[in-house]
């Protein structure tokens, strides 16, 4: 019930505008008792009730214990190695805006991006390799360049602000492998409009969708 509760407060914050039921969203209860769901022909189906689990504390960050912060002159890319075989992005030193970042870095696999890696750049546009696992804390807090993004079916996990403050971010495709978004996660996204959770989502933290104004359709799944 306090999970429950939490993930209510938690959506109360999407808009302003009240465009939705967000207690029928957060829980599946509509005023007859059942569980509702709004599809987007207008109909209303009953499903079961929603239980997400919602986070209570900040995640820790990516791979806090990582190693040195190494520059790849090749991509300008800035990673520091996880392990032997795999790393996470930390920064990019290069003048582009619309980055492509590659699955390998100096012969080590590209598996997170690290906390703050873009954090307020001005990318326009950004194509994230299908090894990418994690999105790292504020990864691409104030990113206010940035209209759209597309994550790989790879990512798992969206940490606390990976999108914050992206005022400008007007669509978000969401990997169908997702289990996590973090607290805050696209709070700020004045401009996101639609949104669609994968069934595989079973955790969103407080405030993840907060002052998404402009945010008018939302699906997620009947099975949850």
Not at 35 to 41: G, K
Not at 131 to 149: H, P
């Amino acid at each position: 019930m306090r999970r429950l509760l939490a993930l209510i407060l938690s959506l109360l914050m999407l808009s302003s505008s009240g465009l939705l039921d967000v207690v029928a969203f957060a829980t599946g209860v509509g005023q007859s008792g059942e569980t509702t769901s709004q599809v987007s022909t207008g109909e209303t189906v009953s499903i079961p009730v929603m239980e997400i689990e919602v986070e209570g504390t900040e995640p820790e960050p990516v791979n806090a214990a990582a190693g040195t912060n190494v520059l790849d002159e090749e991509t300008m890319l800035i990673y520091a190695a996880i392990d032997s075989e795999t790393c996470q992005i930390m920064g990019y030193s290069g003048e582009e805006t619309e980055l492509v970042i590659p699955s390998e870095v100096d012969g080590l696999t590209v598996t997170a991006i690290g906390k703050s890696a873009f954090s307020r750049s001005k990318l326009t546009s950004v194509t994230l390799p299908s090894t990418v696992t994690r999105i790292g804390q504020y990864a691409f807090t104030g990113c206010v360049n940035l209209t759209s993004i597309e994550l790989p079916d790879s990512v798992t996990q969206i940490d606390y602000e990976g999108f914050s403050g992206c005022s400008n971010l007007e669509s978000v495709k969401l990997s169908q492998q997702l289990t996590s978004v973090g607290q805050m996660a696209f709070q700020g996204c004045k401009k996101l409009q639609n949104l669609e959770l994968p069934d595989s989502l079973t955790t969103i933290g407080y405030g993840a969708f907060q002052n998404c104004t402009a945010l008018s359709s939302v699906k997620y799944p009947l099975g949850l």
